[in-house]
């Protein structure tokens, strides 16, 4: 340490043992070097007649062996969690309840309701899109904030380097191997694009009548804008999906979400009553707020599948 | 035991599934097959769901049309909704996260060269050794 | 009875901070408008809980009420559920996340540049919405979906710093905390298949017939245990701790701040939740995890001291110190009685205000010195910047349990109620041991502080004046500790009747 801790320590040692206080400027003795193992003279490990020590010996031998040894405990320890892992939790599944049997545990009074009275309570055909958007919409909301989330610590994360010249050297793009003249990528591109629109847009505004919604839709909308973006080139989505418009549409879009659901949270949790019409059950325009809250969900679904795509290739939207 | 085991064999294989995924997980040291143990882990959460879900000879739960205007709404028809419903949360909450893991391993690779974890710990340690000599050197020279 | 406007406030504050990080992201960026604007909305949220509090102590009879998510009641929609435990954290969350903001508003500055500090702020605000999420839900795949935004947004506040040391820890605290939410999921589904329920309440009534009837032990133990570690890794409980380190010491002071006093307590007010409405006490007593908790955190609390004082960095041994803390507060979980889980709960509210003083406090020495973080670069720091260096007395004097200072109150909460607990030696003989541990790297540390150096305090004396917002909230941190410390009694009586509800 210094010289004000060592004085700070005198003190409290005197203190301690009960010495009167001393005098000023009293001259500190300058303490002998201690005489440590490491500072005496290393024996020649080169000379003819060394012989090595156990300690080198092993040491040498680690040097040697050392990362073999420890790949191999690595892989052997990895066998063993899982086999213990597994077999813990095979005996645990021989102990459930048996598969597909009707008088199950999770078969009880709560399915029979959704499966019963969901199609008017909620007006949706769909039993799970009555499910997800509208008895259990709190969970639904927290599944697009979760992407929200990664949506926009991925853009922080990727798209800051492209301000900087980081490690990597190049900066900005990652890699543009391809070139933005196949002739056949963008035929082909040019008359799939519609049909993998369309059959999205399908499956999103079908999303309570059928199999689909807004997360599956908006995943189909997403490819269509990759196919795009890979034939014609990054440049060509960004006369209309560029970053402030991704940001904007997806805040937009969640925010419409939050603010309905927020309507029918506080209207059911209070017993007022709703203005929203529950529709007939099979038409298009049925199920009160889950055809509108399916849009909203696949625009912030194909804006962030696009995203990650861009970002991760370009290193920016 | 077996002969349960074999009665639940999809639930069976989906927890061999999230063993393997898990194991992966904690013990790989390349940060892109972690992640890809992740996957095979929330897979298989999935197909135990898919599996808890099932109740034999019954439907998907989609209204059916009774062919007289009306909606057979019985329950002893569809199979139970509420697992599809926490599938699709946690395919959601998968792809986030898988997103967010590349992320950041990009920018562990871009920082230190390699995708091993052990090594761009190694490679961390050399370069604050290295800084520290540094510093210590130029201390010794203003001394001089 | 509440009234109206008291009942909406679980559901409103949830949903202004949501609302508030949505908006974030389009809101103009100069002049640091965002994170001016969040710190009003969370400010907001801090009145809203205080009067949710304050209300739910004067409600008499009915502690408690559940808020339905919509128009279906509870088995069938998502529920939230408010009692005064549940006020008190939320409080308690929010002024801890207000002062953590505030106190750090200068080195936020300096290390984040402007575009990623607005992500920040949306990060801040949904990390603060899954938190309150978490306190207040009462469905158990709810928890599990904000746990995962609690997940993204923690580590994300890890990496806004940019350097190749921040990326490495929060990819390490990323895979850590899947692995643990991971095995929350597989414990979720086993439940949900055994007892066909996610709402908190019927799966308790669930498997209390499992029990009686002795049906279905083994996948009840075994999804107790995944859910039990799941949530331990999450809250960096002693073996499952290696994570906390990188990821606190490296990140920028106000993240270090929030993820040690926030981000850790709210996962471990779940594994309550999951121990006191789903499970029960006696089940849990039943099924042994009792003793495996008190273990685990005996064991933090001595090892998460002990690498402490192996550290020099000063941050990192602050976030080894978390370590230690959350095994306080696990030792109380682990006694498995109302008294326990209580004293708990006081550790939880009294280290999330410490925490963040100490990490704010360290931030100010080592701007000062700097920005070197080691100890020995600290000397004589306090001379410079004074009100950092008082937080940082008062915050290790705290964590060492002096009386008069806030860790006291919760060091005796719990050793008062390990004495009706069988685990009472044990219990007592960890919390002494702990004290001291906690003395000998928290006294060397103030020592180096209070050391004059001539060299450093005669280059910068005069030269360095904290801006008044750090002034303020590190009196606001003080005021608090010295609160908590002499006048805890009505918080703990309050505690326990939230307990006793919960």
């Known amino acids: 340490m210094n010289e004000e801790l060592k004085i700070i320590w005198r003190r409290f040692f005197d203190w301690v043992m009960g010495n009167g206080p001393r005098p000023e400027n009293e001259v500190i003795p300058p303490e002998a070097p201690p005489d440590l193992p490491f500072t005496r003279k290393p024996k020649d490990k080169y000379s003819r007649f060394h012989e090595p020590t156990l300690r080198e010996r092993y040491n040498n031998w680690l040097e040697l062996h050392g990362l073999h040894i420890f790949a191999i405990l690595y892989s052997a320890m990895s066998i063993l969690v899982c086999v213990v892992i597994v077999s813990l939790l095979l005996v645990t599944v021989a102990e459930l309840p048996p598969f597909g049997h009707e008088r199950n545990p999770a078969n009880n009074e709560v399915i029979r309701r959704y499966v019963e009275h969901g199609g008017f309570e909620t007006g949706a055909q769909n039993i799970v899109a009555g499910l997800i958007l509208d008895y259990r919409a709190f969970d639904t909301f927290g599944e697009s904030a979760v992407l929200f989330t990664a949506a926009v610590s991925v853009l922080m994360l990727l798209s800051a380097s492209r301000s900087k010249n980081n490690l990597s050297g190049g900066g900005g793009k990652r890699f543009h191997s391809f070139s933005h003249d196949d002739a056949i990528l963008r035929n082909v591109a040019s008359l799939s694009i519609p049909i993998i629109l369309m059959l999205g847009c399908t499956v999103v505004i079908n999303g309570h009548l059928s199999p689909g919604g807004g997360f599956s839709g908006g995943a189909i909308l997403s490819a269509a804008l990759i196919l795009c973006a890979n034939a014609y080139g990054f440049d060509h989505v960004h006369s209309f999906l560029n970053e402030r418009t991704f940001i904007f549409s997806s805040s937009t879009a969640l925010m419409i979400y939050a603010m309905s659901k927020g309507y029918s949270f506080y209207t059911g949790a209070n017993q007022i009553h709703s203005i929203i019409p529950k529709g007939t059950i099979g038409n298009i325009l049925s199920g009160g707020l889950i055809l509108p809250l399916n849009i909203c969900v696949g625009l912030i679904v194909a804006c962030t599948l696009y995203g990650f795509y861009a970002l991760f290739s370009e290193g920016e939207i | 035991m077996l002969e349960k085991l074999f009665l639940n064999h999809y639930e069976a294989a989906a927890v061999i599934l999230s063993g393997i995924g898990l194991t992966n997980l904690l013990l790989q040291r390349n940060l892109i097959k972690k992640i890809i143990g992740l996957n095979i882990m929330d897979t298989a959460v999935y197909l135990f769901l898919a599996a808890k879900g099932y109740v034999e000879g019954r439907a998907a739960p989609i209204l059916l049309e009774n062919g007289a205007g009306g909606w057979l709404r019985s329950s002893a028809l569809y199979v139970n909704p509420v697992p599809a419903g926490l599938v699709l949360t946690g395919i959601v909450v998968s792809v986030s996260v898988t997103a967010f893991a590349l992320a950041l391993t990009l920018k562990v690779y871009e920082a230190y060269g390699t995708l091993n974890i052990d090594e761009a710990l190694l ?17 010794e020279k203003v001394l001089v | 009875m509440i009234d109206t406007f008291a009942f909406n406030i679980p559901f409103a504050s949830i949903f202004i901070m949501m609302i508030s990080a949505i908006l974030t992201p389009i809101l103009p960026k100069k002049n640091r408008f965002p994170e001016k604007f969040s710190c009003y909305a969370i400010g907001t949220v801090a009145i809203l809980s205080a009067y949710l509090l304050y209300s739910l102590s004067n409600s008499g009879q009915s502690l408690s009420f559940n808020f339905a998510m919509g128009h279906f009641p509870a088995p069938w929609g998502n529920e939230l559920r408010a009692g005064p435990l549940e006020a008190v954290l939320s409080l308690v969350f929010c002024v801890a996340m207000l002062l953590s903001l505030t106190g750090n508003f200068d080195s936020t500055a300096e290390d984040i540049p402007t575009n990623r500090r607005q992500i920040f702020c949306v990060l801040v605000n949904l990390l603060m919405a899954s938190l309150l999420a978490l306190t207040y839900t009462n469905d158990l795949f ?83 245990a995944l859910i039990t570690v799941g949530l331990a890794i999450k809250s960096a409980l002693y073996p499952f701790a290696f994570w906390l380190p990188d990821a606190h010491g490296s990140s920028t002071n106000s993240s270090s701040a929030i993820l040690s006093g926030l981000v850790l307590k709210g996962h471990i007010f779940i594994l309550i939740k999951v121990f006191y409405r789903v499970f029960g006490l006696d089940v849990i007593h039943l099924l042994k995890m009792d003793t495996v908790i008190f273990i685990l955190g005996v064991s933090a609390m001595v090892m998460g001291s002990v690498h402490a004082m192996k550290q020099n960095n000063i941050k990192k041994m602050i976030a080894w110190s978390s370590v230690a803390q959350v095994g306080y507060i696990f030792l109380g979980v682990g006694l498995n009685t109302v008294a326990g889980v209580a004293a708990a709960c006081l550790h939880i509210i009294i280290h999330a205000c410490v925490k963040p003083m100490l990490f704010t406090a360290a931030g100010g020495l080592s701007s000062v010195a700097g920005h070197k973080k080691g100890l020995h670069e600290l000397m004589g720091t306090f001379y410079i910047n004074r009100w950092a260096g008082m937080g940082l007395i008062t915050g290790a004097c705290s964590m060492m349990g002096i009386p008069a200072f806030a860790g006291f109150a919760s060091k005796l909460s719990l050793t008062l109620s390990s004495f009706e607990s069988r685990f009472m030696f044990w219990a007592l003989a960890a919390l002494a041991t702990s004290s001291v541990l906690n003395a000998l790297y928290y006294v060397p540390a103030v020592i180096v502080v209070l050391t004059h150096n001539k060299k450093t305090v005669s280059s910068s004396m005069g030269e360095y004046q904290p801006s008044k917002l750090y002034k303020f909230s590190m009196f606001v941190f003080l005021i608090l500790n010295f609160y908590l410390g002499l006048f805890c009694v009505p918080l703990l009586r309050l505690i326990t009747r939230g307990v006793n509800v919960l």
């Open chain 3, 142 to 224: 709810t928890a599990y979906v904000f746990i995962e935004i609690n997940t993204i947004a923690a580590c994300a506040i890890v990496a806004v710093k940019e350097s190749p040391e921040t990326a490495r820890a929060a990819l390490r605290y990323l895979i850590m905390s899947l692995v643990g939410s991971g095995l929350v999921m597989i414990s979720i589904c086993l439940l949900y298949g055994l007892t066909g329920h996610l709402l908190m309440q019927n799966m308790h009534g669930a498997i209390q017939v499992l029990v009686t009837t002795k049906n279905y032990l083994l996948p009840l133990t075994v999804s107790l």
């Open chain 2, 123 to 139: 490679k961390m340690t050399q370069e604050q050794e290295e800084i520290e000599s540094e510093i210590e050197n130029a201390e």
